[in-house]
């Protein structure tokens, strides 16, 4: 009974809402409620306070949801180990990615070879994306700026370029190239803090010498290259983020002074997930992906 309780609680914090979470359990709201009440009465404590139709966790219940997210990590791992097949029969994989531009292709492909294993997808900047991870919301996770870190497990995919973005009826719209210095002055929609392109990007302008006039700082690349082309100002972003638009003309830096590598990831503690190993086969195998070989280094 005690697993049944931890296991409802589990879902309603990751979910952030007890309507939701019944959802993914497939149980009724009311069943979800009595768990996870029995289990705060079983120990007189209190793991989740209700604000309406949403719940936050209470600092004894964001230490117990580290602890059930690891025992459902676990779970899945029995499930899959006790699972006949060599294929995947069944199974949920979350993901966390900081850009829907560089990761349909991986999902076209999971899907069409394991059809019976479902996507859910979170998107947000890095920083969002990473702590997704860490804190076992995410089964994996694809960003940039995750290399060596102690807890996770992470391959390069491929490497972006960062070209200057402006509207088509800018000044600049027919150049050649941009040198980073003449960005001095000039208006500039950037995005938000937290995200890794800005921080990048920052760099890169202070290294050059230019301090543009940001007027506007937004939440996603979608809202900075609409931004950009409504005429408010010129960005910085990926070289295909902008080839996603044709309302942008999109300017190359000189000497490509700005990259940055995207990377698979998982948890070490999760590599051994079959689901999770078939995700990072599929997603090196695609164009500018690592070869299969990368996967034959463990954590």
């Given at each position: 009974?005690?697993?049944?309780?931890i296991?409802?609680?589990?879902?309603v914090a990751?979910e952030?809402s007890?309507s939701?979470?019944?959802?993914?359990?497939g149980?009724t709201q009311p069943?979800l409620t009595?768990?996870?009440?029995a289990l705060e009465?079983?120990?007189?404590v209190k793991?989740?306070?209700?604000?309406g139709?949403?719940v936050?966790l209470?600092?004894?219940?964001?230490?117990?949801?580290k602890m059930s997210?690891?025992?459902?990590?676990l779970e899945?791992?029995?499930?899959e180990?006790l699972?006949?097949?060599?294929?995947?029969?069944q199974?949920q994989?979350?993901?966390?990615?900081?850009?829907?531009?560089?990761?349909?292709?991986?999902?076209?492909?999971?899907?069409?070879?394991h059809?019976n294993v479902g996507?859910?997808?979170a998107?947000?900047?890095?920083?969002?994306v990473?702590?997704?991870?860490?804190d076992r919301r995410?089964d994996?996770?694809?960003l940039?700026?995750?290399?060596?870190h102690?807890?996770?497990?992470?391959?390069p995919?491929?490497?972006h370029?960062?070209?200057?973005?402006?509207?088509r009826d800018?000044p600049w719209a027919?150049?050649?190239?941009i040198d980073l210095?003449?960005?001095?002055?000039?208006p500039m929609v950037g995005?938000e803090?937290?995200?890794?392109?800005q921080?990048l990007?920052?760099?890169a302008?202070a290294?050059?010498?230019?301090?543009?006039?940001?007027v506007?700082e937004?939440?996603?690349?979608?809202?900075l290259?609409a931004?950009?082309?409504?005429g408010?100002g010129l960005?910085?972003v990926?070289e295909?983020e902008?080839?996603?638009?044709?309302?942008?003309?999109?300017?190359?830096?000189?000497?490509?002074?700005?990259?940055s590598?995207?990377y698979v990831a998982?948890l070490k503690?999760e590599?051994?997930?079959k689901?999770?190993?078939?995700?990072?086969q599929?997603?090196l195998?695609l164009?500018g992906?690592r070869?299969?070989?990368?996967?034959?280094?463990a954590?």
């Amino acid at each position: 009974m005690i697993y049944t309780q931890i296991r409802a609680f589990d879902a309603v914090a990751r979910e952030g809402s007890f309507s939701r979470a019944a959802e993914v359990l497939g149980v009724t709201q009311p069943a979800l409620t009595i768990q996870v009440k029995a289990l705060e009465e079983r120990y007189g404590v209190k793991l989740l306070l209700r604000q309406g139709r949403t719940v936050t966790l209470t600092e004894l219940g964001a230490r117990l949801f580290k602890m059930s997210r690891r025992l459902a990590g676990l779970e899945e791992q029995i499930r899959e180990t006790l699972t006949a097949s060599h294929e995947l029969e069944q199974g949920q994989l979350r993901l966390a990615v900081d850009g829907p531009h560089i990761v349909m292709g991986i999902f076209a492909r999971f899907i069409a070879r394991h059809p019976n294993v479902g996507l859910s997808v979170a998107l947000g900047n890095s920083r969002f994306v990473r702590q997704e991870l860490l804190d076992r919301r995410a089964d994996i996770a694809i960003l940039p700026g995750v290399a060596g870190h102690p807890q996770i497990h992470a391959v390069p995919l491929w490497h972006h370029r960062g070209i200057v973005i402006v509207a088509r009826d800018h000044p600049w719209a027919g150049r050649a190239a941009i040198d980073l210095s003449e960005l001095d002055g000039q208006p500039m929609v950037g995005r938000e803090e937290g995200s890794m392109t800005q921080r990048l990007v920052e760099e890169a302008l202070a290294k050059a010498g230019a301090v543009p006039r940001t007027v506007l700082e937004l939440g996603s690349r979608e809202a900075l290259c609409a931004a950009v082309a409504a005429g408010l100002g010129l960005g910085i972003v990926w070289e295909l983020e902008a080839s996603l638009t044709d309302r942008l003309a999109a300017i190359p830096i000189a000497g490509d002074v700005i990259g940055s590598t995207d990377y698979v990831a998982c948890l070490k503690s999760e590599w051994m997930r079959k689901s999770i190993k078939a995700f990072f086969q599929v997603a090196l195998a695609l164009p500018g992906g690592r070869p299969d070989s990368a996967l034959r280094a463990a954590p």
